[in-house]
Protein backbone atom coordinates (compact mmCIF):
# COMPACT_ATOMS: atom_id res chain seq x y z
CA UNK A 1 0.00 0.00 0.00
CA UNK A 2 1.42 3.39 -0.94
CA UNK A 3 0.71 5.53 2.11
CA UNK A 4 0.63 9.27 0.40
CA UNK A 5 0.99 10.80 4.04
CA UNK A 6 4.55 9.44 3.98
CA UNK A 7 7.26 11.61 3.09
CA UNK A 8 8.97 11.62 0.09
CA UNK A 9 12.64 13.27 1.24
CA UNK A 10 15.25 10.77 1.63
CA UNK A 11 18.56 11.95 3.22
CA UNK A 12 21.66 10.90 2.77
CA UNK A 13 23.25 9.87 5.90
CA UNK A 14 26.91 9.37 7.10
CA UNK A 15 28.60 8.21 10.20
CA UNK A 16 31.00 11.12 11.06
CA UNK A 17 33.96 10.30 13.60
CA UNK A 18 34.75 13.07 16.34
CA UNK A 19 38.46 11.57 16.38
CA UNK A 20 40.13 11.90 12.87
CA UNK A 21 37.13 13.63 11.09
CA UNK A 22 36.41 10.62 8.35
CA UNK A 23 33.10 9.76 6.82
CA UNK A 24 31.62 6.68 6.16
CA UNK A 25 28.66 5.72 4.44
CA UNK A 26 25.35 4.82 6.28
CA UNK A 27 22.73 4.25 3.19
CA UNK A 28 22.93 2.32 0.27
CA UNK A 29 24.58 -1.11 -0.25
CA UNK A 30 27.83 -0.27 0.55
CA UNK A 31 26.56 0.90 4.27
CA UNK A 32 27.82 -0.98 7.01
CA UNK A 33 26.79 -0.15 10.88
CA UNK A 34 29.63 1.25 12.80
CA UNK A 35 29.32 1.77 16.04
CA UNK A 36 33.09 3.48 15.99
CA UNK A 37 35.85 4.73 13.59
CA UNK A 38 36.98 1.39 11.88
CA UNK A 39 39.84 4.03 11.03
CA UNK A 40 41.09 5.25 14.64
CA UNK A 41 38.32 3.63 17.31
CA UNK A 42 36.66 7.50 18.17
CA UNK A 43 33.04 7.99 18.37
CA UNK A 44 30.57 8.28 15.50
CA UNK A 45 27.99 11.43 14.36
CA UNK A 46 25.25 10.50 12.25
CA UNK A 47 24.54 13.42 9.85
CA UNK A 48 22.35 13.92 6.89
CA UNK A 49 24.57 15.40 4.43
CA UNK A 50 21.32 16.56 2.06
CA UNK A 51 20.30 18.49 5.08
CA UNK A 52 20.24 21.86 3.00
CA UNK A 53 17.20 20.38 1.21
CA UNK A 54 15.62 21.20 4.15
CA UNK A 55 17.27 24.50 4.78
CA UNK A 56 15.21 25.35 1.69
CA UNK A 57 12.18 24.87 3.02
CA UNK A 58 11.29 27.65 5.86
CA UNK A 59 10.96 27.51 9.55
CA UNK A 60 7.00 28.01 9.45
CA UNK A 61 7.29 25.09 6.52
CA UNK A 62 8.51 22.64 9.26
CA UNK A 63 6.70 24.00 12.19
CA UNK A 64 3.28 23.46 10.18
CA UNK A 65 4.36 20.28 8.98
CA UNK A 66 5.30 18.82 12.42
CA UNK A 67 2.04 20.45 13.85
CA UNK A 68 -0.32 18.75 11.11
CA UNK A 69 1.67 15.47 11.61
CA UNK A 70 0.53 15.39 15.47
CA UNK A 71 -2.78 14.68 13.87
CA UNK A 72 -1.33 11.51 11.85
CA UNK A 73 -3.47 8.20 11.90
CA UNK A 74 -0.37 6.94 9.80
CA UNK A 75 1.44 4.55 12.89
CA UNK A 76 4.75 4.79 11.21
CA UNK A 77 4.29 8.44 11.71
CA UNK A 78 2.93 8.47 14.68
CA UNK A 79 5.20 8.09 17.14
CA UNK A 80 8.97 9.87 17.14
CA UNK A 81 8.90 9.52 13.09
CA UNK A 82 6.51 12.37 13.21
CA UNK A 83 9.79 14.12 12.88
CA UNK A 84 10.97 11.87 9.83
CA UNK A 85 12.75 14.40 7.97
CA UNK A 86 15.03 15.49 10.68
CA UNK A 87 15.36 11.48 12.28
CA UNK A 88 16.29 8.55 10.15
CA UNK A 89 14.85 10.17 6.52
CA UNK A 90 16.27 6.88 4.83
CA UNK A 91 13.41 3.94 6.61
CA UNK A 92 10.50 2.97 4.63
CA UNK A 93 7.73 2.99 6.57
CA UNK A 94 7.49 -0.74 6.91
CA UNK A 95 11.43 -0.66 8.22
CA UNK A 96 9.60 1.52 11.01
CA UNK A 97 8.40 0.17 14.62
CA UNK A 98 6.38 2.15 16.56
CA UNK A 99 5.57 1.09 20.28
CA UNK A 100 3.47 3.82 21.34
CA UNK A 101 7.21 5.59 22.30
CA UNK A 102 7.64 9.69 22.51
CA UNK A 103 4.44 12.32 23.22
CA UNK A 104 4.95 12.11 26.38
CA UNK A 105 3.28 14.77 28.95
CA UNK A 106 4.64 17.90 30.28
CA UNK A 107 3.24 18.47 33.75
CA UNK A 108 3.76 21.42 35.03
CA UNK A 109 5.25 21.30 39.25
CA UNK A 110 2.25 21.22 41.60
CA UNK A 111 1.48 24.94 42.19
CA UNK A 112 2.43 24.36 46.14
CA UNK A 113 5.68 22.81 45.47
CA UNK A 114 6.66 25.51 43.14
CA UNK A 115 5.75 28.19 45.73
CA UNK A 116 7.95 25.90 48.36
CA UNK A 117 10.95 25.57 46.27
CA UNK A 118 10.72 29.19 44.77
CA UNK A 119 11.25 27.51 41.34
CA UNK A 120 9.56 27.77 38.45
CA UNK A 121 9.72 24.27 36.95
CA UNK A 122 7.69 21.24 34.86
CA UNK A 123 8.49 17.13 34.27
CA UNK A 124 8.70 15.63 31.21
CA UNK A 125 7.89 12.28 32.41
CA UNK A 126 9.20 10.18 30.31
CA UNK A 127 8.55 6.90 32.40
CA UNK A 128 5.42 7.07 30.50
CA UNK A 129 7.00 5.95 27.31
CA UNK A 130 6.32 1.84 26.75
CA UNK A 131 9.18 0.94 29.10
CA UNK A 132 8.73 3.29 31.30
CA UNK A 133 11.82 4.97 30.53
CA UNK A 134 13.17 7.35 27.51
CA UNK A 135 15.49 4.54 26.05
CA UNK A 136 12.53 3.64 23.83
CA UNK A 137 12.71 6.58 21.51
CA UNK A 138 16.36 5.57 20.69
CA UNK A 139 15.46 1.94 20.90
CA UNK A 140 12.79 2.57 18.23
CA UNK A 141 15.07 4.41 15.90
CA UNK A 142 18.07 1.82 16.32
CA UNK A 143 15.59 -1.24 15.56
CA UNK A 144 13.65 0.50 13.01
CA UNK A 145 17.23 1.19 11.39
CA UNK A 146 18.08 -3.19 12.18
CA UNK A 147 15.33 -4.05 10.56
CA UNK A 148 16.06 -1.72 7.52
CA UNK A 149 19.56 -3.28 7.18
CA UNK A 150 17.99 -7.16 7.71
CA UNK A 151 15.42 -6.15 4.40
CA UNK A 152 17.58 -4.32 2.12
CA UNK A 153 20.63 -7.20 2.57
CA UNK A 154 18.31 -10.09 3.39
CA UNK A 155 20.01 -10.53 6.53
CA UNK A 156 18.54 -13.72 8.35
CA UNK A 157 20.17 -14.00 12.06
CA UNK A 158 20.50 -10.46 13.90
CA UNK A 159 22.27 -10.71 17.57
CA UNK A 160 21.66 -7.28 19.17
CA UNK A 161 23.33 -7.06 22.83
CA UNK A 162 23.79 -4.07 25.35
CA UNK A 163 25.43 -3.49 28.31
CA UNK A 164 22.84 -1.47 30.56
CA UNK A 165 22.27 0.33 34.04
CA UNK A 166 19.13 -1.46 33.84
CA UNK A 167 16.37 1.23 31.18
CA UNK A 168 18.53 0.40 28.13
CA UNK A 169 18.29 -3.57 28.34
CA UNK A 170 14.69 -3.41 29.25
CA UNK A 171 13.49 -0.97 25.98
CA UNK A 172 16.01 -3.50 23.95
CA UNK A 173 14.47 -6.73 25.29
CA UNK A 174 10.93 -5.02 24.43
CA UNK A 175 11.35 -4.18 20.78
CA UNK A 176 13.53 -7.08 20.62
CA UNK A 177 10.68 -9.27 21.45
CA UNK A 178 8.17 -7.04 19.29
CA UNK A 179 10.58 -7.52 16.14
CA UNK A 180 10.77 -10.68 16.12
CA UNK A 181 13.08 -12.52 13.40
CA UNK A 182 15.26 -11.90 12.58
CA UNK A 183 16.59 -10.08 15.74
CA UNK A 184 17.27 -12.06 18.95
CA UNK A 185 18.57 -9.98 22.31
CA UNK A 186 20.91 -10.49 24.98
CA UNK A 187 21.62 -7.88 27.46
CA UNK A 188 24.72 -7.57 30.07
CA UNK A 189 23.88 -5.98 33.36
CA UNK A 190 26.23 -5.44 36.20
CA UNK A 191 24.81 -7.73 39.20
CA UNK A 192 22.62 -6.15 41.93
CA UNK A 193 23.17 -2.64 40.17
CA UNK A 194 19.71 -3.09 38.35
CA UNK A 195 16.42 -2.53 40.22
CA UNK A 196 14.54 -5.39 40.81
CA UNK A 197 11.66 -4.47 38.35
CA UNK A 198 14.06 -2.95 35.73
CA UNK A 199 15.61 -6.95 35.89
CA UNK A 200 12.06 -7.97 35.19
CA UNK A 201 11.27 -6.44 32.06
CA UNK A 202 14.21 -8.07 30.01
CA UNK A 203 13.18 -11.50 31.73
CA UNK A 204 9.63 -11.21 31.08
CA UNK A 205 10.54 -10.25 27.06
CA UNK A 206 12.60 -13.57 26.99
CA UNK A 207 16.19 -11.80 26.28
CA UNK A 208 19.15 -13.70 27.36
CA UNK A 209 19.88 -12.00 30.39
CA UNK A 210 24.04 -12.08 31.44
CA UNK A 211 25.21 -10.85 34.51
CA UNK A 212 28.80 -9.92 35.82
CA UNK A 213 29.84 -8.59 39.22
CA UNK A 214 31.08 -5.03 38.79
CA UNK A 215 29.32 -2.08 37.74
CA UNK A 216 27.96 -0.49 34.57
CA UNK A 217 31.74 0.56 33.02
CA UNK A 218 33.05 -2.99 33.21
CA UNK A 219 30.24 -4.43 31.35
CA UNK A 220 30.30 -1.88 28.27
CA UNK A 221 33.99 -2.99 28.10
CA UNK A 222 32.99 -5.90 27.22
CA UNK A 223 30.08 -5.80 25.25
CA UNK A 224 32.49 -3.23 23.34
CA UNK A 225 35.02 -5.78 23.06
CA UNK A 226 32.45 -8.01 21.89
CA UNK A 227 31.10 -6.14 19.41
CA UNK A 228 34.37 -5.26 17.62
CA UNK A 229 35.16 -9.01 17.46
CA UNK A 230 31.99 -10.62 16.79
CA UNK A 231 28.78 -10.40 14.71
CA UNK A 232 26.46 -8.67 16.86
CA UNK A 233 24.28 -5.15 16.75
CA UNK A 234 25.57 -3.06 19.70
CA UNK A 235 22.34 -1.42 20.84
CA UNK A 236 24.12 1.19 23.26
CA UNK A 237 23.94 4.74 22.76
CA UNK A 238 27.57 4.42 21.33
CA UNK A 239 25.37 3.43 18.49
CA UNK A 240 24.42 6.47 16.73
CA UNK A 241 21.38 5.42 15.40
CA UNK A 242 19.86 5.54 19.26
CA UNK A 243 21.36 8.89 19.73
CA UNK A 244 19.01 10.00 16.52
CA UNK A 245 15.63 8.67 17.95
CA UNK A 246 16.43 10.47 21.34
CA UNK A 247 16.73 13.96 19.71
CA UNK A 248 12.48 13.80 19.34
CA UNK A 249 12.42 14.90 23.13
CA UNK A 250 14.05 18.21 22.61
CA UNK A 251 11.76 18.66 19.53
CA UNK A 252 8.75 17.43 21.55
CA UNK A 253 9.89 19.87 24.37
CA UNK A 254 9.42 22.47 21.63
CA UNK A 255 6.51 21.85 20.21
CA UNK A 256 4.66 21.94 23.81
CA UNK A 257 6.10 25.46 23.71
CA UNK A 258 4.52 25.90 20.51
CA UNK A 259 8.35 26.21 19.19
CA UNK A 260 9.47 29.17 20.96
CA UNK A 261 11.87 28.31 24.20
CA UNK A 262 12.24 31.97 25.10
CA UNK A 263 12.69 31.62 28.97
CA UNK A 264 12.86 28.25 29.20
CA UNK A 265 15.69 26.06 30.26
CA UNK A 266 15.81 22.23 30.30
CA UNK A 267 17.63 19.98 33.22
CA UNK A 268 18.73 16.23 32.05
CA UNK A 269 20.52 13.60 33.98
CA UNK A 270 24.05 12.65 32.88
CA UNK A 271 25.18 9.10 32.71
CA UNK A 272 26.80 7.76 29.68
CA UNK A 273 26.06 11.12 28.13
CA UNK A 274 24.04 10.10 25.38
CA UNK A 275 20.57 11.84 26.00
CA UNK A 276 22.25 15.14 26.61
CA UNK A 277 24.15 14.75 23.43
CA UNK A 278 20.86 13.84 21.39
CA UNK A 279 19.00 16.57 23.29
CA UNK A 280 21.95 19.28 22.28
CA UNK A 281 21.95 17.81 18.79
CA UNK A 282 18.49 18.57 18.23
CA UNK A 283 18.00 21.56 19.28
CA UNK A 284 21.06 22.20 17.27
CA UNK A 285 19.01 21.17 14.12
CA UNK A 286 15.86 22.96 15.37
CA UNK A 287 17.84 26.40 15.28
CA UNK A 288 19.56 25.47 11.96
CA UNK A 289 16.52 25.11 9.84
CA UNK A 290 14.66 28.34 11.50
CA UNK A 291 12.35 26.32 13.32
CA UNK A 292 13.22 28.84 16.24
CA UNK A 293 15.74 31.42 16.79
CA UNK A 294 16.52 30.85 20.57
CA UNK A 295 18.22 28.15 21.62
CA UNK A 296 17.11 27.19 25.38
CA UNK A 297 19.95 27.35 28.20
CA UNK A 298 20.98 23.20 28.96
CA UNK A 299 22.19 22.05 32.76
CA UNK A 300 23.34 18.55 32.99
CA UNK A 301 23.37 17.25 36.44
CA UNK A 302 25.39 14.64 37.48
CA UNK A 303 25.28 13.01 41.50
CA UNK A 304 28.95 13.63 43.11
CA UNK A 305 29.57 9.92 43.13
CA UNK A 306 29.89 9.52 39.32
CA UNK A 307 30.41 13.49 38.20
CA UNK A 308 33.30 13.11 35.35
CA UNK A 309 30.82 15.65 32.64
CA UNK A 310 30.80 17.84 36.42
CA UNK A 311 34.74 17.49 37.04
CA UNK A 312 35.57 18.46 33.25
CA UNK A 313 33.19 21.59 32.97
CA UNK A 314 33.54 22.84 36.19
CA UNK A 315 37.86 22.89 35.37
CA UNK A 316 39.54 25.85 34.13
CA UNK A 317 38.77 25.90 30.00
CA UNK A 318 42.58 26.69 29.65
CA UNK A 319 44.08 23.12 31.26
CA UNK A 320 40.96 20.89 31.83
CA UNK A 321 41.34 17.23 30.57
CA UNK A 322 38.96 14.52 30.19
CA UNK A 323 39.26 11.72 33.23
CA UNK A 324 37.30 8.84 33.58
CA UNK A 325 36.04 8.38 37.68
CA UNK A 326 35.60 5.47 39.78
CA UNK A 327 31.95 5.95 40.78
CA UNK A 328 30.52 5.46 44.11
CA UNK A 329 26.83 3.91 44.85
CA UNK A 330 24.00 6.60 43.51
CA UNK A 331 20.48 6.78 43.92
CA UNK A 332 20.83 8.02 40.30
CA UNK A 333 21.89 4.49 39.34
CA UNK A 334 21.17 4.35 35.29
CA UNK A 335 23.30 7.31 35.56
CA UNK A 336 26.29 5.71 37.81
CA UNK A 337 28.74 5.62 34.90
CA UNK A 338 32.36 6.88 35.51
CA UNK A 339 33.21 6.74 32.21
CA UNK A 340 30.75 8.05 29.59
CA UNK A 341 30.64 6.55 25.96
CA UNK A 342 29.52 9.86 24.55
CA UNK A 343 31.52 12.31 26.49
CA UNK A 344 33.18 13.14 23.05
CA UNK A 345 29.83 14.21 21.67
CA UNK A 346 29.06 16.40 24.41
CA UNK A 347 32.60 18.20 24.21
CA UNK A 348 32.02 18.69 20.12
CA UNK A 349 28.38 19.93 20.70
CA UNK A 350 28.42 21.55 23.61
CA UNK A 351 31.25 24.20 21.41
CA UNK A 352 29.08 24.08 18.92
CA UNK A 353 25.69 25.44 21.68
CA UNK A 354 27.88 27.66 23.33
CA UNK A 355 29.40 29.15 19.99
CA UNK A 356 25.46 30.25 19.38
CA UNK A 357 24.14 31.02 22.88
CA UNK A 358 27.68 31.37 25.05
CA UNK A 359 26.26 30.14 28.49
CA UNK A 360 24.15 28.08 26.86
CA UNK A 361 25.52 24.92 28.26
CA UNK A 362 26.11 24.26 31.53
CA UNK A 363 26.66 21.44 34.22
CA UNK A 364 25.41 21.19 37.49
CA UNK A 365 26.67 18.58 40.70
CA UNK A 366 24.18 17.63 43.55
CA UNK A 367 24.61 15.34 46.43
CA UNK A 368 22.88 12.47 47.22
CA UNK A 369 20.78 13.64 50.06
CA UNK A 370 19.81 16.34 47.52
CA UNK A 371 18.54 14.07 44.69
CA UNK A 372 16.56 11.88 47.35
CA UNK A 373 15.15 14.37 49.20
CA UNK A 374 14.17 16.09 46.05
CA UNK A 375 12.75 12.73 44.62
CA UNK A 376 10.61 11.81 47.81
CA UNK A 377 9.10 15.95 47.87
CA UNK A 378 8.16 15.82 44.17
CA UNK A 379 6.14 12.71 44.40
CA UNK A 380 4.64 13.79 47.62
CA UNK A 381 3.16 16.44 45.43
CA UNK A 382 1.85 14.21 42.81
CA UNK A 383 4.97 13.75 40.25
CA UNK A 384 6.03 10.36 39.62
CA UNK A 385 9.80 11.36 39.45
CA UNK A 386 12.24 8.27 39.57
CA UNK A 387 15.56 9.06 40.99
CA UNK A 388 17.05 11.19 38.24
CA UNK A 389 13.90 12.76 37.97
CA UNK A 390 14.60 13.82 41.46
CA UNK A 391 18.60 14.38 40.14
CA UNK A 392 16.72 17.26 37.90
CA UNK A 393 15.10 19.12 40.41
CA UNK A 394 17.92 18.94 42.38
CA UNK A 395 20.03 20.19 40.10
CA UNK A 396 17.69 22.97 39.38
CA UNK A 397 17.37 24.16 42.81
CA UNK A 398 21.27 24.04 43.00
CA UNK A 399 21.50 26.10 40.16
CA UNK A 400 18.92 28.62 41.74
CA UNK A 401 21.42 28.46 45.14
CA UNK A 402 24.09 29.09 42.75
CA UNK A 403 22.40 32.40 41.13
CA UNK A 404 22.29 31.01 37.72
CA UNK A 405 19.01 31.01 36.59
CA UNK A 406 16.19 33.73 37.67
CA UNK A 407 12.89 32.74 39.67
CA UNK A 408 11.44 33.56 36.38
CA UNK A 409 13.11 30.88 33.89
CA UNK A 410 11.13 27.79 33.30
CA UNK A 411 13.20 24.76 34.04
CA UNK A 412 11.58 21.69 32.37
CA UNK A 413 13.16 18.56 33.91
CA UNK A 414 13.62 15.40 32.36
CA UNK A 415 12.52 12.75 34.18
CA UNK A 416 13.84 10.06 32.27
CA UNK A 417 12.30 6.80 34.02
CA UNK A 418 8.75 5.95 36.09
CA UNK A 419 9.06 6.37 39.79
CA UNK A 420 8.13 2.49 39.89
CA UNK A 421 11.54 1.31 38.67
CA UNK A 422 12.90 2.73 41.45
CA UNK A 423 10.77 2.78 44.03
CA UNK A 424 13.29 0.30 46.51
CA UNK A 425 15.25 3.53 47.03
CA UNK A 426 11.91 4.92 48.53
CA UNK A 427 11.59 1.78 50.34
CA UNK A 428 15.19 2.07 51.96
CA UNK A 429 14.84 5.85 52.38
CA UNK A 430 11.61 5.23 54.48
CA UNK A 431 13.49 2.30 56.60
CA UNK A 432 16.65 4.73 57.06
CA UNK A 433 18.41 1.41 55.59
CA UNK A 434 21.00 3.27 53.19
CA UNK A 435 24.28 1.89 53.35
CA UNK A 436 26.85 4.64 54.82
CA UNK A 437 28.45 4.89 51.27
CA UNK A 438 25.48 6.44 49.45
CA UNK A 439 25.30 9.26 53.14
CA UNK A 440 21.91 9.69 52.72
CA UNK A 441 19.94 9.81 56.28
CA UNK A 442 16.13 10.64 55.78
CA UNK A 443 14.61 13.46 56.60
CA UNK A 444 11.81 12.43 59.54
CA UNK A 445 9.28 15.04 57.70
CA UNK A 446 9.13 13.21 54.27
CA UNK A 447 8.43 9.27 56.31
CA UNK A 448 5.74 7.02 55.30
CA UNK A 449 4.76 3.80 56.09
CA UNK A 450 1.31 1.21 56.29
CA UNK A 451 -0.21 0.81 59.37
CA UNK A 452 -1.82 -1.62 60.80
CA UNK A 453 -5.06 -0.74 62.06
CA UNK A 454 -6.25 -4.82 63.73
CA UNK A 455 -4.32 -6.61 65.71
CA UNK A 456 -6.11 -9.63 64.32
CA UNK A 457 -8.19 -11.12 61.77
CA UNK A 458 -12.30 -11.42 62.37
CA UNK A 459 -12.68 -8.23 63.95
CA UNK A 460 -16.32 -6.30 63.60
CA UNK A 461 -16.38 -4.01 60.99
CA UNK A 462 -17.80 -1.21 63.72
CA UNK A 463 -14.94 -1.79 65.82
CA UNK A 464 -12.13 -1.71 62.92
CA UNK A 465 -14.38 1.65 61.40
CA UNK A 466 -13.83 3.25 65.16
CA UNK A 467 -10.31 2.54 65.09
CA UNK A 468 -9.51 3.97 61.69
CA UNK A 469 -11.96 6.81 62.66
CA UNK A 470 -10.02 7.48 65.77
CA UNK A 471 -6.77 7.53 63.70
CA UNK A 472 -8.03 9.70 61.14
CA UNK A 473 -9.73 12.24 64.04
CA UNK A 474 -13.22 11.38 61.93
CA UNK A 475 -16.09 13.64 63.52
CA UNK A 476 -19.99 11.72 63.67
CA UNK A 477 -22.24 12.87 61.02
C1 LIG B 1 20.09 5.80 30.73
C2 LIG B 1 19.45 6.63 31.76
C3 LIG B 1 20.00 7.85 32.19
C4 LIG B 1 21.30 8.37 31.69
O1 LIG B 1 21.23 8.73 30.33
P1 LIG B 1 22.57 8.78 29.46
O2 LIG B 1 22.11 8.90 28.07
O3 LIG B 1 23.28 7.51 29.75
O4 LIG B 1 23.34 9.95 29.96
C5 LIG B 1 19.30 8.60 33.11
N1 LIG B 1 18.13 8.15 33.62
C6 LIG B 1 17.59 6.97 33.25
C7 LIG B 1 16.32 6.55 33.88
C8 LIG B 1 18.22 6.17 32.31
O5 LIG B 1 17.68 5.00 31.98
ZN1 LIG C 1 38.28 8.18 13.08
Redesign the pocket.
Known amino acids: MIDSTFPAYRGSMEYVCLGCGKRFAATGLSAELHYTCPACNSVLMLEDTSIGELKKQSGQHWRDLFDSRAATRNPALRGIFRYYELMAPVLEPQDIVCLGEGHTPIVEGAPALQGYLEARFSFKN ?1 GQNPSA ?3 DRGMACAFSYLRHMARVRKLTNILGICAS ?4 SAAAAMYGAYVGDPIKTAVLLPQGKVTPQQLSQPLGNGATVLEIPGVFDDCMKVVEHLAAQYQVALLN ?1 KNSWRILG ?1 ESYAYEVAQHFDWNLDNICLF ?11 IMAGLLKLHALGIFTTLPRLFGVQSSHADPVWRYYSADPATRVYQPVAVRASV ?1 Q ?2 M ?1 GN ?1 V ?1 FPRVRLLAERYESLLPGGFNVIQVTEQAIMDATIIANRHGHIA ?1 T ?1 GGECLAGLLQARKLNLISREEHAILDS ?2 HSL ?1 FSGFQDIYFRNAFDPEYEIKPKPSLYNAPELIADKAGLPVEEIAKKIAERLELKLV
Not at 165 to 168: A, E, H, L, N, S
Not at 268 to 277: D, K, L, R
Open positions: ESFKTGDTSQVPVGNAGNISAAAAIPSCQTAK
